[in-house]
């Protein structure tokens, strides 16, 4: 395995690593990037789809307007994710369920890698691609990339919509309030692959610190987040996590 050249764990965080049981990793879009998975706002730029910037076609206004539009836009995405694999750091994390006592997984992904990659029991604060919910009873429907998606709600015969938090939406009740609970009960707080830019999930590291864990970021670039982080690994996700294993008990 490849080190990033000047990449260096240092000493206090292996020797927490080693030392944890209760271990909240948070993830964004980068986690998912070396799987191919295009993220939104990294290198500066933002996604767009067919000219529409993600977060006006993403978003709940969107579906009152044109519902078509943005399944069309979510089964691309899904389309585009049938021929990717979860990459190291998917199932990096995916043995850490196995490391830790008490290990909590919260993802802003609805891509399910991490399911893939073998993570049980993620919380998903965004919701999940491979999902469908009615817009009048929220009947949900979960489908995999074999099977098509459901057209309309087989219980009341209204539409679906991707189980997806659209701009302008509430996230999942129970989601977040669990991830609250863990993110303020943790020791280790690792925060993987994202511009922290998006909130309440980009409170929950500051959650975390503000309950006394160590926070360590994980990035190729600085975020809001950088300077309040106790250790920043400016690398990708990838090539990082793995790079834990070599930490034993002192
Ligand atoms: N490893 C780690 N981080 C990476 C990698 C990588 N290989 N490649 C890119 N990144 C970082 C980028 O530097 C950027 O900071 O991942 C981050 C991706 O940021 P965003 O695209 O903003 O994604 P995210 O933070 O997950 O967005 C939050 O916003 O668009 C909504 O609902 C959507 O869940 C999403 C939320």
Same mark, same amino acid.
């Given at each position: 395995?490849?080190?990033? %050249? &000047?990449? $260096?764990?240092?000493?206090e965080?292996?020797?927490? *690593?080693?030392?944890a049981?209760?271990?909240?990793?948070?993830? &964004?879009?980068?986690?998912? !990037?070396?799987?191919?998975? +295009?993220?939104?706002?990294?290198?500066?730029?933002?996604?767009?789809?067919?000219?529409?910037?993600f977060?006006?076609? %993403?978003? !709940?206004?969107?579906?009152?307007?044109? #519902?078509? /539009?943005?399944?069309?836009?979510?089964d691309?995405?899904?389309?585009?994710?049938?021929?990717?694999? +979860?990459? /190291?750091?998917?199932?990096?994390?995916?043995?850490?369920?196995?490391? *830790?006592?008490?290990?909590?997984?919260v993802?802003?992904?609805?891509?399910?890698?991490?399911?893939?990659?073998?993570?049980?029991?993620?919380?998903?604060?965004?919701?999940?691609?491979?999902?469908?919910?009615?817009?009048?009873?929220?009947?949900?429907? @979960?489908?995999? =990339?074999?099977?098509?998606?459901?057209?309309?709600?087989?219980?009341?015969?209204? =539409?679906? #919509? +991707?189980?997806v938090?659209? *701009?302008?939406?509430?996230?999942?009740?129970? !989601? *977040? @309030?669990? !991830?609250v609970?863990?993110?303020?009960?943790?020791?280790?707080?690792?925060?993987?692959?994202? %511009?922290?830019?998006?909130?309440?999930? =980009?409170?929950?590291?500051?959650?975390?610190?503000?309950?006394?864990?160590?926070?360590?970021?994980?990035?190729?670039?600085?975020?809001?987040?950088?300077? $309040?982080?106790?250790?920043?690994?400016?690398?990708?996700? &990838?090539?990082?996590?793995?790079?834990? /294993?070599?930490?034993?008990?002192?």
């Open positions: 395995m490849q080190i990033p %050249s &000047g990449m $260096f764990i240092s000493e965080l292996r020797r927490r *690593f080693a030392g049981t209760r271990v909240l990793v948070l993830t &964004g879009a980068g986690v998912s !990037a070396e799987s191919g998975v +295009p993220t939104f706002r990294g290198g500066g730029d933002t996604a767009v789809w067919k000219g529409l910037p977060d006006v076609i %993403s978003s !709940a206004h969107m579906v009152q307007q044109d #519902l078509p /539009a943005v399944w069309e836009w979510f691309y995405r899904r389309d585009l994710l049938k021929s990717l694999e +979860p990459n /190291a750091a998917h199932k990096t994390l995916a043995d850490w369920q196995h490391r *830790f006592e008490d290990f909590t997984l993802t802003q992904n609805v891509d399910g890698l991490h399911q893939r990659g073998g993570s049980r029991d993620v919380i998903e604060l965004h919701g999940s691609i491979w999902r469908a919910r009615c817009i009048s009873c929220h009947s949900r429907y @979960e489908f995999s =990339a074999e099977e098509l998606r459901p057209q309309e709600c087989v219980g009341c015969g209204d =539409a679906v #919509l +991707p189980d938090v659209l *701009f302008g939406e509430l996230l999942p009740t129970g !989601a *977040f @309030e669990r !991830a609970e863990k993110a303020a009960a943790c020791e280790l707080c690792l925060v993987v692959g994202t %511009s922290a830019l998006v909130y309440p999930a =980009a409170g929950l590291p500051e959650l975390a610190k503000a309950s006394g864990a160590f926070v360590c970021e994980v990035n190729p670039e600085r975020t809001p987040l950088s300077d $309040f982080c106790d250790e920043i690994l400016m690398g990708k996700a &990838g090539e990082v996590l793995p790079l834990f /294993a070599e930490s034993r008990e002192p």
